[in-house]
């Protein structure tokens, strides 16, 4: 495994001897590529614990599986941060006004109801409070804490799923013109352990976030393994056909002198 992912960078002209490698290998090393390109989102909720509020720092509490709101210190445009989201407790009767202009990524608990708002607008909202049966605000903030974490983290690999095969699989298309001697299944191979050094360019920047217009220069380089994987296939294949054209015509001349000794 380490062989192939040092040669995919540093030498990527050896990816073409990998094309055998077996469909179980090439899954756990699109697993690996996916979960290097994810290091910046464990960094992310590992860095970042939330802080947990309790009934004091919020003059909320839980009763019965709803939100109330009655202490002196409460305060409807008070939110509570929790990883990428702005937590708001609302009290029975406030409107959501009255909280303010949202974040852009928020959380609105009100009685038993929790909604999350991306942009302003309400995506989801599900009983949360009777759901987790939570009964108090402490075990409310750390069971969304959780939620939160396990979605995250979730959404963060399914992602990276996608953009890795979204590479992988338009990196095929100049490739099919050699469909007719290699199998498109060991071209998917190969071009997965070319793609090694863009899913390194992705942990990095994910982690650094440097500049937009950098991350592409680099992509660029990154991008030189394929090259060099369709180079050295066309050569071969180059090679292969004048091979297969001096084996003919050697056979046309051993005929035609057959047929002139006759």
Do not use: W
Request: glycine share 4%.
């Amino acid at each position: 495994m380490f062989e192939v992912f040092a040669n995919s960078i540093v030498n990527p002209k050896q990816i073409i001897n990998y094309h055998n490698k077996k469909g179980g290998f090439v899954f756990l090393y699109i697993l690996i590529l996916v979960l290097l390109m994810s290091i910046s989102t464990f960094v992310f909720y590992i860095s970042n614990k939330p802080i947990i509020p309790n009934e004091q720092d919020t003059g909320c509490e839980i009763v019965g599986s709803n939100l109330m709101c009655s202490a002196e210190n409460y305060d409807p445009k008070e939110s509570f941060e929790i990883y990428d989201f702005e937590v708001y407790l609302l009290n029975e009767g406030i409107t959501l006004s009255e909280a303010g202009n949202l974040s852009d990524f928020a959380i609105v608990i009100q009685g038993s109801n929790l909604r999350v708002f991306i942009g302003g607008q309400s995506i989801s909202s599900i009983a949360f409070l009777s759901l987790y049966d939570v009964g108090s605000i402490e075990m409310m903030f750390t069971s969304l804490s959780t939620s939160i974490l396990t979605a995250g983290i979730i959404m963060g690999i399914f992602s990276n799923v996608f953009i890795i095969l979204f590479i992988i699989l338009i990196s095929t298309i100049p490739f099919l013109r050699f469909k007719r001697l290699i199998s498109y299944k060991k071209i998917f191979k190969m071009l997965t352990f070319a793609s090694t050094p863009m899913a390194f360019l992705f942990a990095i920047y994910n982690l650094l976030n440097f500049d937009t217009i950098i991350f592409f220069i680099l992509m660029m380089f990154a991008y030189r393994s394929v090259f060099t994987l369709q180079k050295e296939l066309h050569f071969r294949v180059l090679n292969r056909e004048g091979n297969y054209q001096q084996s003919q015509d050697n056979e046309e001349n051993q005929e035609s002198n057959d047929e002139d000794e006759e």
